[in-house]
């Protein structure tokens, strides 16, 4: 990419391709020399390849090329959750990807298909947005309706209606767009709530309100008498709503539109859907009109779910990039299969050296130390309790560690560090008093944490990994031991904490192979978890955990070690499974790409 490229954007189906080439004609008969356009056509799958290369033969030069980029792949996890109504289609939601689609691109503009372009679209491609997110023009329908005004201040939320922009013609941001974590937080607001009047345009409003760039009106002039323009000023024009030169007649500057449609690829074909259009047409767009007004009245009277809908999206805007960031790589790895990987950004942690660790506690400095963190940790987890920073709502199955008579690895699914806390009110509800509970870390835990939790990961009956043999002897000698003094050592088999992931993951075997060699006990513990009320630090709901509590899985007598370790370990995965689909009422499925 270079200063001289041009990025353009649309999206269509095959019943709007004729008037994409309208479109392309038009910016063909204004393109300058001196730069490079670069359209793109995002579609999915249902665009022929004759069509395609009917439009990339017609309109490709040596300073413009156009390219479909089909992507359903991209969208598949999201396309359900597209609302649609009359004439629209998902592919109005299809914009919305761009930033992340082409990570390289700095910029771009996206336009409908129903433009047509009066001036280079260079001039638009290069105004500057600062840190802006979008650069776009006030919707002049919206102007025109009262009931409109209302829904956009009192159910989008936008400081005033005259601030609510058009969507058909933008100028992205995409950098800016990509450091807010502009696509998760579109995603976050999908799945919470149904905007039903403007679908792609009012979560484009909602998110990026407050950080818009206004251009000149004549970059988007509806055919309607709304902002008054001098024809010199008209740069754009944009047959949105029922607006369409090739359904009616009359319509407002239809003589530029059939200008660039009488010299495009299409010419006869638009000339022929014109004489075929039903005249039923602009009453049933009238009637949509008067359904759509009636729809905008009840929303904004809507007080109460106006007020819900906006603390959503405050709290989905206030979400941290870094966090946003994090999702996206669980949602990477899960494609790729990378289930033990780490997605978090921990301090990078040094070796453990032997005798550096008192696993067992023996030294009195150890015991006072232990002690010490011991009780902080506990007015900690008071505290948090009690201001519902962590939330247990149900204990299922607590009689299966309560009435455990041995030592016992016991194993949950890692997903925040909430979980240890969880787990330490479990222990507390068990009634093992005079059994400790051990917590295995990882290496860089122990050495690298700072502050309170470095307090804890080092003193809190924590049993720290290390790239040290020697060191591992240790770490191994100590934990047959406190399984044989009939203590419980927590182990997290899935190896890597995901933030608030859901599912349970594939399971390495070390922990089962511990407690084969121990003949010990598995005691299998997954936790589910809700959106509480309460929003956190990083703008992301604190979750409500239900703490499922499995039964007791022990080694087959006349088995070898190994094969018990396996045995034991497809059963846990098995109990995780079962409390996963049973909690959720969701199968138990990895979207890992093929």
């Known amino acids: 990419m270079n200063n001289k490229d041009v990025n353009i954007f649309f999206s269509c189906g095959e019943r709007y391709v004729p008037f994409f080439g309208v479109a392309l004609q038009s910016i063909v008969s204004h393109a300058s020399k001196a730069r490079n356009y670069i359209v793109r056509c995002l579609y999915t799958n249902n665009i022929s390849e004759e069509i395609k290369n009917r439009l990339i033969d017609t309109y490709s030069r040596d300073n413009m090329s156009v390219e479909f980029v089909d992507v359903s792949e991209k969208i598949k996890d999201y396309e359900s959750k597209f609302h649609t109504r009359d004439y629209y289609t998902k592919s109005t939601y299809y914009r919305l990807f761009i930033p992340e689609l082409y990570p390289e691109l700095d910029k771009a503009v ?70 807010i974590g502009f696509e998760s937080k579109f995603i976050s607001l999908i799945d919470a709530v149904t905007f039903n009047v403007a679908q792609d345009q009012d979560y484009l409003n909602a998110i990026c309100k407050g950080n818009v760039k206004f251009l000149s009106p004549g970059w988007d002039k509806m055919p309607i008498d709304g902002v008054k323009l001098d024809e010199k000023d008209l740069k754009l024009i944009h047959y949105n709503l029922s607006f369409k030169p090739w359904l009616a007649d009359g319509i407002k500057y239809e003589e530029y539109f059939w200008k660039y449609s009488d010299a495009s690829e299409f010419a006869s074909e638009i000339r022929e859907k014109k004489e075929k259009a039903d005249k039923d047409l602009k009453k049933i767009a009238d009637e949509q009109t008067e359904n759509l007004i009636r729809i905008c009245k009840e929303q904004a009277d809507d007080e109460v779910e106006n007020a819900r809908i ?190 608030n992931y859901r599912k349970p993951r594939p399971l390495k075997k070390t922990a089962f192979k511990i407690a084969a060699e121990n003949d010990v006990p598995v005691l299998p513990v997954f936790i589910t978890m809700k959106d509480g009320e309460k929003i956190g630090p990083d703008g992301f709901p604190t979750q409500e955990f239900t703490i499922n509590v499995g039964k007791p899985i022990y080694r087959t007598e006349g088995f070898s070690d190994s094969k018990n370790a396996k045995d034991m370990m497809e059963e846990n995965f098995g109990v995780w499974k079962k409390f996963y689909e049973e909690e959720y009422n969701l199968p138990l499925q990895y979207n890992i790409a093929e």
Request: contains cysteine.
């Open 110 to 179: 996206y336009l409908d298909c129903d433009i047509v372009l009066l001036d280079d679209v260079a001039k638009l491609y290069d105004e500057e947005l600062g840190d802006d997110f979008v650069g776009a023009v006030p919707d002049e329908s919206v102007q025109l309706i009262d009931e409109f005004k209302l829904y956009s201040e009192k159910r989008i939320g936008v400081e005033s209606y005259r601030r609510y922009f058009n969507a058909g013609v933008l100028l992205l941001n995409c950098k800016k767009l990509r450091e």
């Open 310 to 499: 906006q603390r959503i999206i405050k709290s989905i805007m206030d979400r941290s990039p870094e966090r946003l960031e994090i999702i996206k790589k669980i949602k990477e790895y899960e494609k790729k299969g990378w289930f033990d990987k780490d997605v978090e950004n921990d301090p990078e942690g040094r070796t453990i050296m032997p005798g550096e660790v008192d696993y067992t506690r023996k030294k009195i400095s150890s015991k006072i130390m232990t002690k010490y963190a011991y009780f902080v940790a506990r007015r900690y987890l008071n505290g948090i309790i009690k201001s519902g920073d962590i939330v247990v709502k149900k204990i299922n199955g607590l009689e299966n560690f309560a009435n455990l008579k041995s030592g016992a690895i016991i194993t949950c699914n890692h997903f925040s560090a909430m979980d240890s806390f969880a787990m330490q009110i479990l222990y507390d509800k068990s009634g093992h008093k005079k059994r400790k509970m051990f917590k295995v870390i990882k290496e860089g835990n122990y050495t690298s944490f700072p502050g309170f939790y470095g307090l804890l990961m080092r003193n809190c009956y924590t049993l720290p990994l290390s790239s040290n043999m020697t060191t591992m002897k240790e770490f191994v000698t100590a934990v047959n031991h406190i399984l044989r003094e009939g203590n419980f050592v927590l182990i997290y088999p899935e190896q890597a904490m995901w933030w």
